[in-house]
């Protein structure tokens, strides 16, 4: 059994779990667990705290009962204990996600049959690299999906006849049907004034206070403030552009400036912000008007 080279956790809390479809499955059974863990306890020296069960549950969301008691009651233990891994959590975010949690309480975690022990130095060890691994993984992940876009975005062709997008949520001023990108007049002529009023001088909370003052909101229904001022005088979509990284896509959907007076709201906004590292300026191409 496991030794460990610090002062041992006294208190475990002994978690078993079975799933319906494992119901039927050898050494599953939520006794075996039971009989495997209790002797892990005496053969440790933990006074076992609760045993928690959740029997007839997926290990794949926390959404347990016994499992949500638990870790209500996390004073009442020191260690979790359990008999494999995948009975805790079949998904390794959630898992990861756990033993985040775990820490932060200083609580240890011990899965018997799976060499990990977070009260030694050896499972501190083994439990660090997956979580290494899990966040490769997810890096992974990120980066597919990033480059995945990018070719996306790179041979992205819209037509007037159809504007394709990256998948995005409508902004303010327009919205999709079927995945084709539209305007929505009212919305649109709202936002023509917006650039207008800061092409003429008025800043972002006189501009936010005249929408309010006229009972105009925005497109989740709140009252206008700098923020999502901002958010629309720097948004390429109404001079023409959506915007990926670097490349700016045409879409065909009508506009509320033009690229020549979008791109002079950008240098605006950018002489008037006194951080130097805030003044990059993203303009939207103008030669192809």
Known sequence: MAQSDEEAPKRAAVYVRVSTEEQSLEGYSIEAQKSILYDYCIADGFEIADVYVDDGYSGRNIKRPEYARMMSESDKWDVL????MDRIHRNSRNFMNMMDN??????????????LDTTNAIGRFVFDMIQRIAQLESEQIGERTYFGMEEKAMTMSNTER????????????????????????????????????????????VIAYKLNRSGQLT?????????????????????????WGDLFIKHFAQTAVSAVDYNRVQELIAAKTKDPMKRNIKKVPEDLE
């Open 102 to 115: 775990l820490n932060k309480m200083g609580k240890k975690f011990i899965s018997a049959t799976d060499a």
């Open 219 to 243: 497109k989740r229904g709140n009252p206008w403030n700098i923020y999502n001022i901002r958010n629309v005088l720097h948004n390429p979509i109404y001079a023409g552009y959506m915007r």
């Open 81 to 84: 204990l359990v008999l494999k």
């Open 162 to 205: 159809e504007n394709r997008t990256m998948g995005f949520n409508a902004p303010f001023g327009y919205e999709l049907n079927t995945g084709i990108l539209l305007s929505v007049p009212e919305e649109l002529d709202t936002v023509r004034g917006i650039f207008i009023e800061y092409l003429d001088g008025d800043t972002m909370d």
